[in-house]
C-alpha cells in the first residue's frame, strides 16, 4: 500500500533532549511538509521540502531542524531549543511542489515533554 | 499574504440536519482551496479541492463545496448529517509552492 508512515506514533521527551521523528513515504512524491498541531491553532508549517538535498523553513522553525538525503524520508528533529515541543506532528508529501497539489498526510506523531 | 478564516470553532448540529461549515480566504492570486477532515488522534484526509472550473465542488462522504469569488467564501456543506460526521474539519489554501496555508479547525458535533 503506498502512503505516508510516522513514526513512533507517541513519544515522549525529557526536558534538554533532542528527538527524532520519522516520516517515509512511498508515493514517489517530490515535496513534503512537516506541521506542528496545537488545540484551536489549526497546523502550523515548520519545513518543507521540494526536492532532495533542499529544504525551507516554514512559519515555526526555531528549535527544529531537517534533513531530505533522501527523496522517501523528510526526518524532523525536535532539539532542546524548542521551548514548548508537547504537540500533535503531522507529516506530508504532495506529487509536486506546486500550488493546485493536494497534500497527503500521515497519521501523525504526539510528542509529550515530561 | 494569503490567510484562512474559519467562522466558527464549534459547530453543533443533530443527525439529518444540514450541516454548514463556513471557510473564507485571503489571496492575492487565483485561489486554489481544499477541505480537510480530521478524525481523532489520526491525520488529515481530503474531502475536496478546487482548483479551476465548476465553482460547485464535490466530494467524499456527501459533502460539496461552492467556490464564490465574490464573497471570497468557499463553505462546506452537507445536506444530511450522520453521526459518523463528527470529526474536526479544516479548509486550507494552496501557495504557489505547494505549501497549504489552514484555517483554525471547525469541530462538528452531531447529535442523537
Known amino acids: 500500500d503506498g502512503g505516508i508512515t510516522q513514526s513512533p506514533k507517541y513519544l515522549f521527551r525529557k526536558e534538554g533532549q533532542n528527538v527524532t521523528l520519522s516520516c517515509e513515504q512511498n508515493l514517489n512524491h517530490d515535496a513534503m511538509y512537516w506541521y506542528r498541531q496545537d488545540p484551536g491553532q489549526g497546523l502550523r508549517l515548520i519545513y518543507y521540502?521540494?526536492?532532495?538535498?533542499?529544504?525551507q523553513k516554514g512559519d515555526i522553525a526555531e528549535g527544529y531542524s531537517v534533513s531530505r538525503e533522501k527523496k522517501e524520508s523528510f526526518p524532523l528533529t525536535v532539539t532542546s531549543a524548542q521551548k514548548n515541543p508537547t504537540a500533535f506532528y503531522l507529516c506530508?508529501?504532495?506529487?509536486?511542489?506546486?500550488?493546485?497539489?493536494?497534500?497527503?498526510f500521515g497519521q501523525g506523531t504526539r510528542l509529550t515533554v515530561v | 499574504a494569503q490567510s484562512v478564516t474559519q467562522l466558527g470553532s464549534h459547530v453543533s448540529v443533530s443527525e439529518g440536519a444540514l450541516v454548514l461549515l463556513r471557510c473564507n480566504y485571503s489571496s492575492s492570486v487565483p485561489p486554489y482551496l481544499f477541505w480537510y477532515v480530521q478524525y481523532p488522534n489520526q491525520g488529515l484526509q481530503l474531502l475536496l479541492k478546487?482548483?479551476?472550473?465548476?465553482?460547485l465542488v464535490k466530494g467524499i462522504n456527501g459533502f460539496e463545496a461552492e467556490f464564490k469569488k465574490s464573497e471570497t467564501s468557499f463553505h462546506l456543506t452537507k445536506p444530511s448529517a450522520h453521526m459518523s460526521d463528527a470529526a474536526e474539519y479544516f479548509c486550507a489554501v494552496s501557495s504557489n509552492t505547494g505549501k497549504l496555508i489552514f484555517g483554525q479547525g471547525t469541530t462538528l458535533q452531531v447529535k442523537p
Open positions: 506530508a508529501s504532495s506529487p509536486q511542489g506546486a500550488s493546485g497539489t493536494e497534500a497527503f
Open positions: 521540502s521540494q526536492i532532495v538535498n533542499d529544504f
Open positions: 478546487y482548483t479551476t472550473g465548476a465553482t
